[in-house]
């Protein structure tokens, strides 16, 4: 477990992703995980799953030992991510519903792009 804790830490780090960002993308107490990240707490096959999958990996990524974080450079600058309290069920669930659109845009803007962008016949 040591060397999935040292692998999330460089990502963390690589990827300028903060410890609460995680804490609200997994539901795991802020404080619990900084001692997972520490080494301070044991981390468990649900809570490695529940980190995994905030930062879009699985949990074998992490373990790996031909572990390889991938270059911020490809990354839009114009992402960022803030906390605004505790929602409620409305807004929780506006919330993933701009998440769903969220990720459609970006599909269809690729598209668009691609489009935009066929070579014109002759």
């Known amino acids: 477990m040591a060397k999935y804790i040292?692998?999330?830490?460089i990502y963390?780090?690589?990827?300028?992703?903060?410890?609460a960002y995680i804490s609200l993308k997994t539901g795991i107490d802020k404080k619990k995980l900084s001692r997972i990240l520490t080494g301070v707490q044991d981390?468990?096959?649900?809570?490695?799953?529940k980190i995994?999958?905030?930062l879009g990996q699985k949990?074998?990524?992490?373990l790996s030992d031909t572990f390889r974080v991938p270059q911020v450079n490809g990354f839009a600058p114009e992402k960022i991510a803030f906390y605004a309290g505790n929602p409620t069920k409305q807004q929780d669930q506006i919330a993933e519903k701009l998440e769903r659109l969220m990720e459609n845009i970006d599909e269809v803007l690729?598209?668009?792009y691609r489009f935009l962008n066929l070579p014109k016949e002759q």
């Open 6 to 9: 040292e692998n999330v830490n």
């Open 12 to 19: 963390l780090s690589q990827m300028k992703i903060k410890q």
């Open 43 to 49: 981390i468990n096959s649900n809570d490695m799953e």
């Open 52 to 54: 995994a999958n905030a």
């Open 59 to 62: 949990a074998e990524y992490f």
């Open 110 to 112: 690729s598209a668009r």
